[in-house]
């Protein structure tokens, strides 16, 4: 699918894989890459009052750990105690290109994420202009949830990466959820 001249919407661009999604859709030659929080993005596709490629990242309410992200995401959907796990680069790499990206694509993902995780590659300063209202709470509460509880139970392969996912979990010391 190319996605050459279009309007691309990333959520969760300013870290790892969303990062890597914004310049993964600019390197094919996408005309408007919007990164962020749903109402600022939804101005900008209603207004369309712009030129050429523009990128325009937002920091939310606060600043999150991945903890406290995943605790609160978990206890949305009834799963309290998951807990966050970075997982090697071999793993995250898979993953990666499971979902379609290219592996210059995933290579760079695992680039920034390390960046990102050393301190080396941070997001843009909080300022008036890129801090939004949405919390993580809310958006747990009325994105997350609905659309974790709605979506149809996970087939034999999903179930069999899960299982392998928690495996893994297991022989490398961490709990498996």
């Known amino acids: 699918m190319s996605i050459a001249d279009t309007a691309v919407l990333v959520t969760g661009a300013n870290r790892g ?25 939804a101005k900008y596709l209603a207004t369309l ?29 009834g799963r309290p105690h998951i807990k966050y796990v970075e997982f090697p680069d071999g793993v995250f790499r898979k993953g990666l290109l499971s979902a379609g990206l290219t592996p210059n694509a995933a290579d760079f993902a695992i680039q920034i994420n390390r960046g ?24 747990a509460k ?8 709605a979506a ?16 893994f979990l297991f022989v490398t010391g961490h709990r498996a959820v």
């Open 17 to 41: 894989l969303g990062r890597a999604l914004v310049e993964e859709a600019l390197s094919r030659g996408a005309k408007r890459v919007y990164a962020g929080i749903a109402p600022i993005a």
């Open 142 to 149: 009325t994105t997350f949830a609905p659309a974790f509880n």
């Open 49 to 77: 009052d712009f030129q050429g490629r523009n990128v325009r990242y937002l920091n939310g309410a606060r600043d999150y750990t991945m903890t406290e992200i995943t605790r609160i995401l978990g206890a949305s959907i």
């Open 116 to 139: 990102i995780n050393s301190g080396l590659v941070k997001a843009e300063a909080r300022s008036a202009s890129n801090t939004t209202q949405t919390t993580v709470e809310e958006f």
């Open 152 to 167: 149809p139970e996970p087939g034999f392969g999903d179930r069999f990466g899960g299982l392998f996912l928690r495996s």
